[in-house]
């Protein structure tokens, strides 16, 4: 299971992906969504794929790696495809079952939505695989400033982030060890069949909350504990820099983005 | 007759990485029906991996295990292992976290029913595993999540019990138990194990908790096995359980001492209090003999030092003098 994970885990390498700084990378994510989202031909697609493939290239993280990053989003994004491939009736009619038509407009549109969702995961692993969590950290609460002049705190929404991103391998860790327990006790996960499987997941759900609830318990009294106050005015061990390839990577992506609005 | 043989397993987590230490180096082992065995080491020795590839979670990357009847060769992965762990019990570390029903009581019949037996007898096993560990019936109804720390890590033992394995391994079964609890439940394992025949395997890094209940001593550092043994062996070789990193029990410390100081070999190690007053009445002849001789050979050293300090001190005052 450990293996499997490799959705939003850093992964040390020497590249100027890796030096770039937290807020240029963020900025640049949500630059890129907006893109993407804009992109309605095959070719601003094609274009797309095409820049974020030079710098996930240059990233200096194995291409594999951000494919199996989209590996647990493979079934929602059969059902997107399966949804407008089902329920699309505009262009040519290719088969009909029923009340059901598949059409050529169907199986295209469904395909933008595959290649959107993939564009998506993969880049956006980019993020979280080339920055350690303490400059995530950082980067997030800069970014998240403006929100201060509305009245809500950055400092406790990167709190709430970093956290939730540091449990989500202790809470696999613990579904494993009861999936580990119940193996003993003669229902091992890999020889039961699927309905059985189904039925055994679901006893992990409780427990699993369960030890999620006293885990955040213990962390917030061990925080009080040891000072911590919420919106305190801190200090910081360490300070972002921005420098030029900063600007450079953002223009990058503003340039991409208008070309995207415009087409 | 063996139940258990590892022949120079080798054990790796992960399998791709290069750089991933082994976490088992070459262990051979037997082990014996009906015996008690106590595996001791330090953090990190590999004591619960070893563990892990009892009832076949963990499978060898190098070398032959067999458990039973079930062979588990490198590389070949072996499925369906029902049978074999309804005969191998294991309890995890920290085996408050491995509860998952919404009853103690449903908790307690999982194992019983994946193995086949019907709610009736099921139940009447969770009852009798319970009573085993020291709690009462009242706790069959209450969820396992309201228990305190102790009280789920007695029930998570009794759901391994219930399913009546003859082979029953436990993982630092008494971290985090208060000292009674602690000696009952050796006491409970110690009964399985010469009333019921069945082979119990411990792991701990306390050696003391279990040096009077084992059989059979092995020692693990660093992923190797460096001692198997009976406890008087052991107790011959207290080095071992430097080398391991392993805390020597006051008892043992005492015994060193005895020998050292008093030139009694103490040869069955007593266990407890009671133990060490039998043995003092019953080898006091030759403690008085000792005692005595101790506190001549005391004082003759110490007339001995003063014998030497004086001509010092009366050169030093005819040097004065002068």
Known sequence: MDERMVMGRYVAAQSWVHQLDPRAKLTAMVLFLIAVICADYSLELAVITAFSLVILMTSGIPLRRYGRASKPLWPLMAFMFLFYVLFEHNGDVWLSIGSFTVTSEGVLLGLYAVWRMLLLVCFTSILTFTTTPIELNLGLEAVLKPLKLIGVSPQQWTMMITIALRFIPTIFEEANKILKAQASRGADYEDLKLKEKGKLVVTLLVPVTVGAFRRAEELVMAMESRGYVLDAKRTSLRYLTWQGTDTLFILLFIVLTAGMIIL | ?322
């Not at chain 2, 009798?128 to 309201?146: H, I, K, T, Y």
């Not at chain 2, 985090?176 to 069945?198: F, M, N, W, Y």
């Open chain 2, 1 to 322: 007759m063996a139940i258990v043989t590892c022949e120079q397993i080798s054990y790796q987590y992960a399998k791709a990485s290069i750089h991933q230490p082994l976490a088992l180096i070459d262990v051979s082992l037997r082990l014996e029906q009906g015996k008690f065995y106590a595996i001791v080491g330090a953090t990190g020795s590999g004591k619960s991996t070893l563990l892990q590839h009892l009832n076949g979670i963990y499978q060898p990357t190098k070398g032959k295990l067999q458990v039973y009847d079930v062979v588990f060769a490198a590389g070949a992965k072996v499925k369906g292992l029902k049978p074999l762990r309804s005969r191998v019990g294991l309890v995890f570390q920290f085996p408050e976290q491995q509860l998952f029903e919404e009853t103690v009581e449903k908790d307690l019949m999982f194992g019983p029913i994946q193995f086949g037996a019907d709610e009736q007898q099921a139940r009447a096993a969770a009852v009798e595993a319970l009573l085993a560990v020291g709690l009462d019936e009242a706790f069959m109804a209450r969820s396992p999540f309201e228990l305190s720390g102790g009280q789920m890590r007695k029930v998570a033992i009794a759901t391994v019990l219930a399913s009546n394995p003859e082979l029953i391994v436990l993982d630092e079964p008494t971290a985090t138990l208060d000292p009674v609890s602690r000696t009952e439940l050796i006491a409970l394992l110690k009964r399985l194990c010469v009333e019921q025949g069945r082979t119990i395997v411990m792991v701990t890094h306390r050696l003391d908790e279990v040096l009077a209940a084992a059989d059979e001593f092995i020692l693990m550092q660093q992923g190797a096995v460096t001692y198997t043994g009976t406890r008087a062996d052991l107790i011959r070789s207290p080095h071992l359980l430097q080398a391991a990193d392993i805390v020597v029990p006051n008892e043992m410390k005492l015994a060193h001492e005895i020998s050292e100081r008093l030139g009694i070999v103490v040869d069955e190690l007593p266990s407890g209090i009671e133990g060490w007053a039998d043995w003092l009445i019953h080898n006091s002849d030759a403690a008085s003999k000792a005692v005595d001789r101790y506190a001549t050979d005391s004082s003759a050293s110490q007339q001995e030092q003063t014998d030497k300090a004086s001509p010092r001190g009366m050169t030093e005052s005819d040097e004065k003098g002068e």
